[in-house]
């Protein structure tokens, strides 16, 4: 639980015996915030005196101020008995402001002994604490400690007090009010005590203990915090007094959002232990500065004290505890399905369902298992959801094809418009893949299982499974949720049409890291279902505890537009194995659901029971949906804004342009107009068409003034002069600077070498290789080992430095050796396994490592190790310009590993969640739109290389022959252009565009699609200008995208980041 620490000036209030009136005790002090100072009030006793002929001492309120809330001066008696209902003491005042005036609120004694009738509440009201202007008995029963809300609540003033406290049992409720004068009538009282339970906070655990308002309530973004005193056993002593914190909702304060489980504090410092009334801790009142909660408490009835603690880590845990408890609820009937003995098919086990809910039934699609262990897929259907009275005795599906001999297992269910199509595990005995099949709705619920023909979506040699359908399109195009390894993937596809090279890949959109306890692996359940805040999707966990594995079932939602963006996740799981049927089976301590539904609100989620028998289990859709929002602060009636306005950004106006772009079918959204730090408008149109300008005049520059292609050239002309350019540097890069073979190791080893040591370059921050050897030593790479003709890493590290391994590890191993690196790294690494790394090429042979051959981007284990990694090519590969190929690629991949490099260090500088952002920045490398921070940061690499090819073309021409300096000029000053010319032809002009392009085996002009460079270049200029204008700069910039890539989230879109979204228009 969150800890409050007592400060170390405790007690910071203590009686005064020159003061007769509170020389005996000062305790159960409230602050309240005006006119820049802190007003502290607190109750008071006096030395005895004589009171209706009796001895005793007399409470009155203290008043003293501070400057910190922690040291008080000044201190005066302010409120004291005058009339008959306060005459034997005023006690334990709260302050609360309302509009211009203070409300204070305290127990008034009317008789003594002291009797439970003549313990009620009064008021004293001020504007400057000098004057009381009222004074009013407020309650006509026994009650104490009454505290206004600070503001209205509807329209209306509200108060919480604690009725009966001395005829028990105590209840806390709440009070609203038309206007200020309810609050001292007594026919409202009397109405309001005649329903008192209607009013009630539930928050007495057991008819034992005791409870008590505390501080008046304070505001938060969650709801309203109030800290109340929980006595437990207070009426089978020995009590144990403590401070308890509930959040009531902010609209409706009488809805309990979420509470602590545990005391915040309990008595233990000397001064709660001994005094007027030992081991007491009573809270008073509380205060609120940045992120620190301050609870001011009575301690042992004789002095003041405050403890401190974080307050969003409070909230924090107090909703972690309200979501743990939204649990799926169990159909007290379960199993709804077990095997049937009497069917071979199905006689074994039954489990995994998925869902349809059509023409008023629930229609599932069930595994079954026979004895020889293959499964096929049954069918049944209920009514209400629970009571399955349909079940067919054939088996609806069963293995066609040799992919899935062994087995159709784990089907998921997708409506889109009239066809069901199913996702499911295909098996063939050695490694699980996903198919795909379908039928149409009709066939369907008239149980004619006419299937389509299986076809395998998944690629070869990939454990891939755990697959499903969205029930819609996303940006017109289909979207496949699988699982590869440990992850959940995302895939766009324009066709269901797989297979000939065509398979689901996409990008990692959920990591088992972000789970605790730890995971070993983490899939889907259902297939996502659409609502008003996003898809909610429930997916499986498998973790080990105690040497045993258990699936657990949980849930997230996800982006409605973008899909690939998480936006909450439960910490706590939603089902797991508790039941005989769910811990004992063919698989032990399994749920796994397969399929969920919706009935009038009800979500109904069917699952696989330890993968033998069939369980249902519901929630409220409404509640679920609440507690994932609940997981990350924000109130689930109001559609989350996750773009946030910081102070002293551009403000938002509502009109968003779609720009044409600088690249054909690549449109860009930016704010139409904004407005500047300074109040200047700022037009996006007018920059956008001023870069636009001057990209034509470079063109023009390029094409007509350095390579001198004639003014009345036509585009083919043109683009023959630019080939042909290119085609002279890389003559120039073969004869004079990159003069290895290619095909060869060892020529591609020179290549790289020569490139090292021209191009600029430094160290990178990158793991030591002290470090990575012990990494390498508690995880061998099995395949490399055997690959390099090695026993053991010792034989091997006589070759190879340590970084050299981990870097080919990475393309030598199965994802599982990768996983358990990603682990280690995950659980252990700290800013001091980092260090400064000498950068180095490591070149192998392509027949050793074959993907090495297509040169994409560097893996995330060389970027760890500091190294460039390259192999040679195969004979007839490479294109027309290899060696201008090799040379952008590697100077490309130098340059990132210095930026990771550095993003690095600064998350080590900051220390704090160090690993996470790390692994983030690695895993979350991806992003779809043009100005997404992922583009942004890697356009940033293409600049900076082309600002250090201008210093190698500057040194170079120091010398002869000056012909390669002139060439890398040109490289240099046309990298970033593009231009669309009068017949309608596209004509890019970066080196790296048209090297990759024919490297890939394109021939002729390089396409829209794969201009990469020249997209993101230019709209990273635009995204540049634009934030100039309103007063950011590119700096700031960057520092937030290297935010966002340790969030995981370089996949946002920037524009949306540093422009706060309104409404979008499209304009043509």
Excluded at 209 to 231: K, M
Excluded at 268 to 275: F, K, L, S, W
Aim: aromatic share 12%.
């Amino acid at each position: 639980m969150s800890e409050f620490k007592r400060s170390e000036e405790n007690p910071v209030l203590v009686p005064l015996a020159e003061n007769d009136w509170e020389a005996e005790a000062v305790f159960n002090g409230c602050p309240v915030r005006g006119d820049g100072q802190i007003h502290f009030l607190y109750r008071a006793v006096s030395t005895p005196q004589m009171i209706s002929n009796t001895k005793m001492s007399i409470s009155s309120i203290g008043y003293a101020l501070s400057d910190d809330g922690i040291h008080f001066k000044y201190r005066r008696q302010f409120i004291k008995p005058e009339y008959d209902w306060e005459r034997f003491g005023c006690e334990d005042p709260r302050v609360t402001k309302l509009g211009d005036r203070y409300y204070i609120f305290y127990t008034a004694l009317s008789t003594y002994p002291l009797r439970a009738e003549g313990i009620k509440i009064g008021l004293a009201i001020t504007r400057d604490f000098r004057e009381i202007e009222a004074k009013h008995p407020i309650t006509p029963f026994n009650s104490k400690a009454m505290a206004l809300f600070p503001e209205k609540i509807g329209g209306k003033v509200v108060a919480t007090l604690t009725a009966n406290t001395d005829n028990p049992p105590a209840k806390i409720g709440l009070a609203f009010f038309n206007h200020e004068e309810q609050m001292w009538s007594p026919e409202y009282w009397e109405g309001w005590y005649s329903f008192l339970d209607d009013h009630v906070l539930p928050l007495q655990r057991t008819p034992k203990d005791h409870i008590e308002i505390g501080a008046p309530p304070i505001r938060t973004r969650y709801g309203w915090l109030l800290i109340y005193s929980y006595i437990q056993n207070y009426f089978s002593p020995p009590p144990i007094f403590g401070i308890e914190a509930v959040l009531l909702d902010l609209e409706n304060p009488a809805k309990i959002v979420a509470r602590t489980e545990k005391p915040l504090l309990v008595p233990q410092a000397v001064y709660e232990t001994y005094g007027k009334v030992p081991n007491v801790v009573f809270p008073s009142g509380a205060m609120v500065k940045g992120k620190t909660l301050k609870i001011y408490y009575g301690a042992a009835d004789t002095t003041c004290a405050v403890a401190s603690g974080n307050l969003n880590t409070l909230l924090g845990e107090m909703l972690l505890t309200k979501v743990a408890k939204i649990k799926l609820e169990r159909f007290p009937g379960n199993p709804v399905i077990q095997p049937n003995p009497e069917h071979g098919w199905e006689s074994k086990a039954v489990f995994n369902p998925a869902a349809i809910y059509d023409q008023g039934k629930v229609h599932l699609v069930y595994r079954a298992m026979s004895e020889d262990n293959v499964s096929v897929l049954g069918y049944a259907s209920s009514k209400n959801g629970t009571n399955f009275d349909e079940r067919v005795d054939k088996a609806i599906y069963i293995p066609r094809r040799d992919f899935e001999k062994q087995g159709c297992e784990d089907p998921r269910l997708t409506r889109l418009d009239d066809t069901m199509y199913m996702c499911y595990t295909a098996f063939d005995g050695h490694l699980p893949r996903v198919a795909l099949t379908s039928i149409n709705s009709s066939d369907f619920l008239a149980k004619r299982w006419n299937w389509t023909e299986p076809v395998i979506i998944s690629p070869p040699g990939v454990d891939d499974k755990d697959a499903a359908l969205f029930p819609r399109k996303i940006g017109g195009k289909y979207a496949v949720l699988h699982r590869v390894g440990r992850s959940i993937w995302l895939d766009l596809v324009d066709s269901l049409s797989f297979g000939e090279g065509k398979w689901v890949k996409g990008n990692i959109i959920m990591s088992p890291r972000q789970e605790r306890p730890h995971t070993e692996k983490i899939g889907i359940a259902a297939p996502p279902i659409e609502t008003e805040w996003g898809w909610l999707l429930l997916y499986h966990i498998v973790t080990r505890r105690n040497d045993k594995v258990y699936y657990y079932a949980s849930a997230v939602i996800l982006d409605i537009d973008q899909p690939w963006r998480v936006i909450a996740r439960r910490k706590t799981p939603l089902l797991e194995p508790e039941m005989s049927y769910e811990k004992e089976g063919l698989v032990n301590n399994v749920v796994f659901p397969c399929g969920t539904i919706v009935i009038d609100g009800q979500l109904f989620v069917y699952y696989g029971g330890a993968d033998k028998v069939i369980g249902v289990a519901t929630i409220k859709l409404a509640e679920l949906l609440e507690s994932l929002f609940l997981e990350i602060g924000i109130s689930w009636k109001e559609k989350p804004a996750f773009a946030i306005r910081r102070k002293g950004e551009a403000k938002p106006v509502p009109a968003w342009t779609t720009y044409k772009g600088f690249i054909p079918g690549v449109p860009l959204d930016l704010p139409n107009k904004l407005t500047s730090l300074t109040g200047k408008r700022v037009n996006t149109n007018v920059i956008y068409k001023n870069i636009q300008e001057r990209y034509r005049k470079e063109f023009e520059e390029f094409v007509h003034e350095r390579l001198k292609v004639p003014r009345g050239a036509n585009s083919s002309e043109i683009s023959e002069g630019i080939k042909a350019f290119m085609g002279r540097v890389e003559e120039e890069l073969d004869s004079v600077f990159l003069q290895g073979d290619l095909y060869s190791v060892e020529g591609t080893r020179q290549v790289a070498e020569a490139i090292f040591a021209s191009f600029p370059h430094q160290d990178t921050f990158a793991l030591k290789p002290e470090v990575i050897s012990k990494i390498l030593r508690q995880f061998p790479p099995a395949n490399l080992l055997i690959k390099l003709g090695k026993a053991t890493i010792d034989e091997l590290e006589k070759e190879y430095e340590p970084n050299d391994i981990l870097a080919l590890s990475s393309f030598s191993e199965e994802r599982e050796h990768m996983d358990r690196i990603w682990d280690w790294v995950w659980e252990n690494a700290r800013p001091e396994h980092f260090g400064s790394v000498s950068l180095k090429p490591l070149v192998v042979s392509y027949k050793g490592f074959p993907s090495l051959t297509e040169m994409k981007e560097a893996s995330s284990l060389s970027k760890l190790s500091g190294r460039v990694v390259l192999s040679n090519l195969r004979k007839g590969t490479g294109g027309d310009f290899p060696k201008l190929r090799y040379f952008t690629m590697v100077a490309k991949n130098i340059v990132e590993s210095e930026r990771y490099g550095e993003i690095w260090e600064e998350f080590a500088r900051q220390r704090r969640g160090f690993r996470r952002k790390m692994i983030n920045s690695l895993e979350g490398h991806w992003g779809r739109e043009p100005l997404s921070a992922h583009n942004i940061f890697e356009n940033m690499n293409q600049q900076i290389m082309v600002q250090r090819i201008k210093e190698m073309a500057k040194e170079l021409g120091r010398k002869e022959p000056r012909s390669l300096a002139r060439a890398l000029e040109d490289i240099a000053y046309s990298y970033h252009l593009a231009q669309i010319l009068p017949d309608g032809q596209f004509i890019p002009c970066s080196a790296w565009t048209w090297a990759s392009y024919s490297f890939k085996g394109g021939r002729g002009v390089p396409t829209p699609i794969s201009l990469h460079v020249e997209r993101d270049w230019a709209s990273r200029e635009f995204l540049v200008r634009v934030y100039k204008a309103v007063g950011g700069s590119e700096e700031k910039m960057d520092t937030k995208i290297t935010e966002l890539m340790g969030q995981e989230k370089e996949f946002e879109n920037l524009a949306r980041v540093l422009f706060p979204e309104g409404s979008q228009e499209s304009f043509t």
